[in-house]
Each structure stands twice: as C-alpha cells, then as structure tokens.
C-alpha cells in the first residue's frame, strides 16, 4: 500500500522528521527491502537501528525509529516510542484504509497449505494477497497488510501463536472478515495447558469476527466444530460432513487426493496436485472461503488443481535414481505426523522409511513421540530418528548414512519441528 510519510506518522501518533515523502510497503529486513518501502528497524538479537543506514542505501525513503540515530538530519523518519508496537499500529491504520475482504486462518496442523490454498482458489475470481511462507505473526502479518497492492480485493493473513492473547492481538490490527480454523491438535499444548487451551487460544480469531463476517469451521474436528456457538458471525462448516461435504476420496500413486465435493454453490469433482488425504480438507475450506467472497465454484476448483504449497510442506520430488522424498520438515507435532505418515503410506512403493526428529512444546513428550512412533509401526513405516530417543529408536547421527542407497520403489519421508531444520537431510538426499 502507497502511503504518505506525513499521514502515517499521525495516523500512528508518531512525529515526523524530515520533509513528506510516499512510501510503498513495509520490510524489516534491510537485506530484502525494495526501494520505496518503509524501513522498520526491530529489536531483537540485534538492534535493527544499526541497519537503517543499510535500508537507505537500498532505496528506503522514510523509516521508524525509537532512538538518535544520523540519519534523522538529512532523511525522513518517524519517531516512535516502540518501533515494533508501531508497526502493528501502522498496519492497523493501513487496514482501516483498505476494502479488502480479509481472511484469517488458523489451526494447530494445515494453516499454511491452507492459506495457500484459498489465495489460488479466491486469485481465480478476486485480486488477491497472501502472505509469504509462515509470514504469520507480530512481524509478518503487518508486514503482509502494508505490502499488499492498493487494488487487493482479498487478502489472506495466516495467523500463528504460542499464548494466550496472540491471535486476539493480531485480529485488532487485521480486522479479518472470514476466519478459517483448521483444526485443533498437540501444538504448543506446553506453553497452553494441553488441548483444550490450545483451543481456546484458536477460538480468539472466530471470538473476533463481526456479525456480518463468516467463520469457516472443520466440522471433523468436535472442538472446531463447537467454536460455532462463540462467534455471531455466519458459519460455514466443511469436512467429510458439513456445508461443503467430501465424498468419493480416493488417492493416486502419490497419495494426491481426487473428491467430490458438494457445496451450498454446487457440487464438482477436485483434483489436487498436492499430497495427502488431509489435503482434501484443506481444500474444502479453500472453496468454502472462495465461493463465500463471490468466486464461481468451477473457477476456485480449477484454480486448486494446479496449486502448490509454501516450502516443505509435503513437498514430494522424486529423485534421480528413482525414490521419492517428501519434504515435510517445516515443522511437526502428533496430528500433523499423522497426516504425513499416512499420506506415505498411500503412496506407491515397496519400501517406506521416514526420518523424524523432535516435536517441541508438547504438554507430554514422550507420550507424543510414543504416539508417532506406534502410528509409523502400524502403517509399516521404518522410523530413522535422529536428534532424539523419544521414538524408542537409537537416534542416527548420520541419517543418510543410516538410511543408506535409495532408489526406485522407496519412499522417504523427513519431517520434524523447524527448531531441527531437517531440510538439509532432504535437500541431500535430492542432491
């Protein structure tokens, strides 16, 4: 969004320094930022304030500051008390200026494949934003409102969080008109309790929605589904039952889903290019959200048969000699293992082996590694850990070396959460 440097300041309560410029966005990384964009320097490991003379170099005309800083004498900046707090300030002005429809979604498991999947299927009918990869919290999802085009008409905003309140935080600045929760599993139960705080911790983006708004529920999950009676907006509900019902799952030889799906606007049939029967469901809220916001059903359906998903998330390559990798190591609880560990074991081949590492913030680790691991033994999958022995497995410090030569007929799966950073085991093995 183009904005003028005079206007923020006011709009967030800042001061301006300098004459008005325009700016064009938002980055808090100087390594990224394009030209025109405002310049926000955090606090974190290290003090973003020694970046601005970098940001301006690259082409920053006005940015935020909280402390004397140089180039306050011969540019443009707006002082803040906190740059962080203004930057969700500035995106909740920003909001208030855009007509955008926008999209909230959330969940323990599928929130990012998802998002993604609604941005394709509403970009069939509607100009449409989504934020990037996991783009989804104090930092991200105001960076992702100020980023967006000036002519958006939806704009999807995944929302994350570790506590209480987070979600509550994030929906003042986003004002989401639609909230999608995908489901509610074994994530962060350390820091909220278990379950049910997890929860109630996602219930806060359906708890915010205004009464002409539309909360889009997974009808399969019981403590999803109950979040209906917390919410005065409209409800659409999506599932194996539901407004938007999935029958007729079948999968092919890598595990990609092909439905029928009946909905409030019609029924079709929904291929998908991405793996995994869970991915049907994510899907169903893509044309539940899609047709809600006025996209014709065979356009969104359309749209979701080429779609692709963000960057390790059941990413499935096959390699030179033949194996197929499927790359689902962006992060893991239980119920997300599950989805992958039977999505592999749908898929075509004679021998299936999945390299795991640890979960965190589990309320119970050894139960929900335990839990992982007699799932694997179930569906016939070979468990390689490493980086823990929670499995009951000796963990491997080479897994490559423990999984040995692989090739047509084998397939393997990397998965854990991000803290591991089991990617280089899968960009390894793909060479």
Same mark, same amino acid.
């Given at each position: 969004?183009?904005?003028?440097?005079?206007?923020?300041?006011?709009?967030?309560?800042?001061?301006?320094?300098?004459?008005?410029?325009?700016?064009?966005?938002?980055?808090?990384?100087?390594?990224?930022?394009?030209?025109?964009?405002?310049?926000?320097?955090?606090?974190?490991?290290?003090?973003?304030?020694?970046?601005?003379?970098?940001?301006?170099?690259?082409?920053?005309?006005?940015?935020?500051?909280?402390?004397?800083?140089?180039?306050?004498?011969?540019?443009?900046?707006?002082?803040?008390?906190?740059?962080?707090?203004?930057?969700?300030?500035?995106?909740?002005?920003?909001?208030?200026?855009?007509?955008?429809?926008?999209?909230?979604?959330?969940?323990?498991?599928?929130?990012?494949?998802?998002?993604?999947?609604?941005?394709?299927?509403?970009?069939?009918?509607?100009?449409?934003?989504?934020?990037?990869?996991?783009?989804?919290?104090?930092?991200?999802?105001?960076?992702?409102?100020?980023?967006?085009?000036?002519?958006?008409?939806?704009?999807?905003?995944?929302?994350?969080?570790?506590?209480?309140?987070?979600?509550?935080?994030?929906?003042?600045?986003?004002?989401?008109?639609?909230?999608?929760?995908?489901?509610?599993?074994?994530?962060?139960?350390?820091?909220?309790?278990?379950?049910?705080?997890?929860?109630?911790?996602?219930?806060?983006?359906?708890?915010?929605?205004?009464?002409?708004?539309?909360?889009?529920?997974? %009808?399969?999950?019981?403590? =999803? !589904?109950?979040? +209906?009676?917390?919410? $005065?907006?409209? @409800? /659409?509900?999506? #599932?194996?039952?539901?407004?938007?019902?999935?029958?007729?799952?079948?999968?092919?030889?890598?595990?990609?889903?092909?439905?029928?799906?009946?909905?409030?606007?019609?029924?079709?049939?929904?291929?998908?290019?991405?793996?995994?029967?869970?991915?049907?469901?994510?899907?169903?809220?893509?044309?539940?959200?899609?047709?809600?916001?006025?996209?014709?059903?065979?356009?969104?359906?359309?749209?979701?048969?080429?779609?692709?998903?963000?960057?390790?998330?059941?990413?499935?390559?096959?390699?030179?000699?033949?194996?197929?990798?499927?790359?689902?190591?962006?992060?893991?609880?239980?119920?997300?293992?599950?989805?992958?560990?039977?999505?592999?074991?749908?898929?075509?081949?004679?021998?299936?082996?999945?390299?795991?590492?640890?979960?965190?913030?589990?309320?119970?680790?050894? %139960?929900?590694?335990?839990? =992982? !691991?007699?799932? +694997?033994?179930?569906? $016939?999958?070979? @468990? /390689?850990?490493? #980086?823990?022995?929670?499995?009951?497995?000796?963990?491997?410090?080479?897994?490559?070396?423990?999984?040995?030569?692989?090739?047509?007929?084998?397939?393997?799966?990397?998965?854990?959460?991000?803290?591991?950073?089991?990617?280089?085991?899968?960009?390894?093995?793909?060479?």
């Amino acid at each position: 969004m183009r904005f003028r440097a005079a206007a923020a300041a006011a709009g967030i309560g800042g001061r301006l320094i300098g004459p008005d410029v325009e700016f064009d966005g938002a980055s808090y990384d100087s390594r990224t930022l394009r030209p025109g964009q405002l310049f926000v320097p955090i606090a974190a490991d290290r003090n973003g304030h020694e970046f601005i003379g970098r940001a301006r170099e690259a082409g920053s005309p006005v940015h935020l500051t909280s402390e004397p800083d140089e180039f306050r004498r011969d540019g443009t900046a707006i002082e803040v008390a906190d740059t962080a707090r203004a930057l969700m300030a500035l995106a909740g002005w920003a909001r208030q200026q855009s007509a955008a429809t926008v999209v909230g979604v959330t969940g323990s498991v599928g929130k990012t494949s998802t998002k993604d999947l609604i941005a394709a299927a509403c970009a069939a009918g509607r100009r449409t934003t989504a934020n990037e990869r996991s783009f989804n919290n104090e930092q991200g999802l105001p960076i992702t409102i100020l980023d967006a085009p000036d002519d958006t008409e939806v704009l999807v905003l995944e929302m994350g969080m570790r506590g209480f309140g987070e979600i509550s935080a994030l929906c003042e600045v986003a004002r989401p008109d639609v909230g999608v929760v995908t489901a509610v599993g074994h994530s962060h139960t350390e820091l909220l309790g278990g379950i049910d705080g997890v929860a109630r911790a996602k219930r806060e983006l359906v708890e915010a929605l205004p009464k002409r708004g539309t909360a889009v529920l997974n %009808a399969d999950d019981e403590r =999803v !589904a109950a979040m +209906a009676d917390h919410t $005065g907006a409209a @409800v /659409i509900t999506y #599932g194996a039952s539901g407004d938007v019902a999935i029958s007729d799952l079948r999968l092919d030889d890598l595990a990609r889903p092909r439905f029928t799906v009946s909905t409030p606007w019609g029924s079709a049939q929904v291929g998908l290019a991405v793996s995994g029967a869970h991915m049907a469901s994510n899907a169903a809220a893509a044309i539940a959200v899609a047709c809600s916001v006025g996209v014709e059903l065979d356009a969104a359906v359309a749209a979701l048969g080429t779609a692709t998903l963000s960057d390790m998330r059941m990413e499935v390559v096959t390699t030179a000699a033949g194996a197929v990798v499927v790359n689902d190591a962006y992060n893991a609880n239980p119920t997300s293992m599950r989805a992958a560990l039977e999505a592999v074991a749908a898929m075509d081949g004679e021998r299936r082996i999945a390299i795991l590492g640890p979960m965190g913030e589990l309320d119970d680790p050894p %139960a929900g590694h335990r839990e =992982v !691991a007699d799932i +694997a033994a179930q569906l $016939g999958i070979d @468990v /390689i850990a490493t #980086g823990t022995e929670l499995y009951g497995h000796p963990p491997a410090d080479d897994p490559i070396a423990a999984l040995g030569p692989i090739g047509a007929g084998d397939v393997v799966l990397v998965k854990a959460s991000r803290a591991a950073g089991l990617e280089r085991i899968a960009h390894a093995l793909l060479g």
